[in-house]
């Protein structure tokens, strides 16, 4: 039978309730006698908690007041180290850390409560920069405040300096970048010793915030149940981070003996509160043939993880695994540290860690080009990465890989060529404005790195009912990246269905298995992969044991199903993650393939930079990639756009102002992102190339998109003044202003 949904670009599964607002986000929940829950914080960035004090002037009585003495289970957050307490013991390590809990009936009233809490410290000292080496007195985690160092190798780098001809190197830095999810992070809660914890809300992993509540509560698996409520957005915000908040909810519920209570962050808070990505520094040293030829690579990347571990290391993980780029090199070294510091916990973030790693080397294959003489392309054109190439962790590029192809496609539908020498032209005429154009290569590896998605084993499948239609069963969440309906098109091709047949159950530990969380540029490849092969199966044994014909109607499928039904049980088939056998991943030496597949890309950034306000606007964006192969090009597109749109604004205009580790310009007036207005038209092509693994071939896209903006718009601005060396963004017009008069 034909493939006839795959490919296409369907209306979407959740549309129509979000167009007629009949979607329900957490918010939208009403719940009789709900209580509204507010979180007192640190206001130092270490001491030792000495007394709190409640201020007479409220009616205290009328509260309910969680502390950590009160939490029934162990108060840790249980992600990679169990370090994070739900509320603070002792001592507090950052502005803004979580120390007791309040709620009340009156929204008004609770959130007024707030400020009578008066609570005095015993300062310590704190450590606020990742690359200060700390005194004894300032050592908070293992004995040295590194949460993670990751080191690998491939050849000798240091045989290589003393004999190559051209040697470079350079320091990059990154900020940090906060998520702006349009909606804030959210949940209700209903927890009692008799019917354990329900929590409601606005996420991204069902079974992370199920876990967190086990350990908080004490409670078995069966007495914790997430109910996932429609996301509006996430980018890794909402990966870790909710399931801190669930269990503050879920905390005041319990003491206030089971009633709801709602805990709603406004914009100031969760932007105050919440993680953010990494800031991080990366220093590179190269080597390089006078040709051109790569001959030696060291690399070592420094990221800020805040005062607790969440998923530093992971993200450090990433970063280092992304940081030498789609190139053939033959010696690379790679070092990577995530720091602790007094700083607000740094997070998931659309990317990973390779977005920082990603811009540090595109930039300085930039500047080694500026260094030979040769134009930026012809230079990563000679060092290109192809089939039967390893990369520097030895792992061997197995599937098809034409990068020269994704590169050429952005080189004409962007004009580079004409327009370098019409910019380099208009720029020696205009004294007052000056025009760029920038290219950035790179790669995303698709799914949990290295043995991640084995030690996950995620478990998907689907139902058959009576009526004929099928029921999708997965945490996967939806959070406007279009989830529901790519596994949906997945699983009616797989059975040659219309996509009316296919019902996305909501993710609900109660309902669903657990199929792992929604990140990591996951969900299409692995869990459609996983839904892909039940559904395959289930056509299989609808053809042995039912009579379904090899060529047949919906109503010919829903016969079947019933006949199957009848005769021996419920028609469902789950799938389990079972580890491509080819793909071998050493920790202990960082060795092997990393990803079970990679999706590439070109972006070409076209921009202007005005030398009156020193603002740089991106006129045009070429994003060109091989994601495999694009279930619902409209959706995936989409999901191309928004991460150009993020990753522009990460580069240009996105500044989190820092003041002893917490964000002070915690205001959408203050924290500027793009606009429509600073966006401009993108322009998505994909180069289809079938990932055998993966359902109809796809790959991962999700993250993709954040990793290539920054550079290509950063070394347009380089081209644009003549200033090879731009080694940080935010590029903010005070930033471009140095670089002009530097
Ligand atoms: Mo993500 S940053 O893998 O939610």
Known sequence: MKNTIVGTSPWRKEGYDKVTGKAKYVDDLIFPDCLYGKTVRSTIPRGKIQSIQFDPKIPWDEFVIVMAKDI?????????????????EQE?????????????????????????????????????????????????????????????????????????PVLLSGKYETGAQEHLYIEPQ??????????????????????????????????????????????????????????????????????????????????????????KRHPSRTYIRSAFAKDGQLLALDIKVFMDGGAYVTLSPVVLSRGVLHSFGPYVCPNVRVEGKAMFTNSNPYGAFRGFGAPQTVFALERHLDEAAYLLKLSPVELRRKNFLHQGDTMATSQLIRESLNLEQILDKALVESHYTEKCQAYADFNRKNSKRKKGIGVSMFFHGSGFTGSGEVMLASKAGIRARLDGCVEVLTAQTEMGQGAFTTLAQIVAEALHLPLEKIVVVNPDTNLVPNS??????????????????????????????????????????????????????????????????????????????????????????????????????????????????????????????????????????????????????????????????????????????????????????????????APAVASAVAFALERPY?????????????????
């Open 72 to 88: 029934p289970g162990k108060n840790r957050v249980p992600i990679i180290v169990h370090d994070e307490p739900f509320l603070a």
């Open 92 to 164: 507090v390590r950052y502005i803004g850390e979580p120390i007791l809990l309040l709620a009340h009936s009156n929204q008004a009233m609770v959130e007024e409560a707030v400020q009578y809490v008066h609570i005095t410290y015993e300062p310590l000292p704190a450590i606020l920069d990742m690359e200060d080496v700390p005194n004894a007195e300032q050592i908070q985690y293992g004995s040295d405040n590194v949460f993670k160092h990751i080191q690998f190798a491939k050849g000798n780098v240091d045989e290589v300096w003393g004999k190559a």
């Open 186 to 275: 959210g949940v209700v809660a209903c927890a009692s010793r008799e019917n354990g914890v329900t929590v409601w809300g606005s996420l991204q992993c069902p079974y992370y915030m199920h876990k967190g509540l086990t350990v908080l509560f004490g409670l078995p698996e069966n007495k914790v149940r997430v109910v996932f409520c429609m996301t509006g957005g996430g980018f890794g915000g909402k990966e870790e981070f909710p399931t801190n908040l669930a269990g503050h909810a879920a905390l005041l519920s319990w003491k206030a003996g089971g009633k709801p209570v709602k805990m709603i962050y406004s914009r100031e808070e969760d932007m105050l509160a919440t993680t």
């Open 516 to 709: 792992g969380p929604t990140v990591a540029s996951r969900t299409c490849m692995i869990i459609g992969g996983l839904l892909q092969r039940a559904a395959q199966d289930m056509v299989s044994l609808l053809h042995e044991f039912a009579g379904l014909p090899m060529e047949y109607t919906p109503d010919d499928f829903a016969t079947a199903v019933q006949k199957y039904t009848q005769e021996k049980a419920e028609l469902s088939i789950f799938h389990q993650y079972q580890h491509p056998p080819e793909i071998q991943w050493d920790d202990k030496t960082y060795t092997g393939s990393a990803y079970a597949a990679y999706a590439w890309a070109a972006y070409v950034a076209d921009l202007e930079v005005d030398l009156v306000t020193y603002q740089a606007e991106v006129k045009d964006f070429v994003a060109v990639q091989d994601i495999g192969k694009a279930i619902h090009p409209v959706i995936a597109a989409g999901q191309i756009e928004g991460g150009v749109a993020q990753g522009i604004g990460w580069a240009l205009f996105e500044n989190v102002s820092l003041e002893q580790g917490v964000m002070k310009n915690h205001q959408f007036s203050n924290y500027i992102i793009p606009t429509t207005v600073d966006v401009p038209s993108i322009r998505v092509f994909f180069v289809e190339n079938p990932y055998a693994n993966g359902p109809f071939g796809a790959k991962g896209l999700g993250e993709l998109p954040m990793d290539g903006p």
């Open 726 to 742: 731009v080694r940080a963004i935010p590029l903010l017009p005070e930033r471009i202003m140095n670089l002009v008069e530097g």
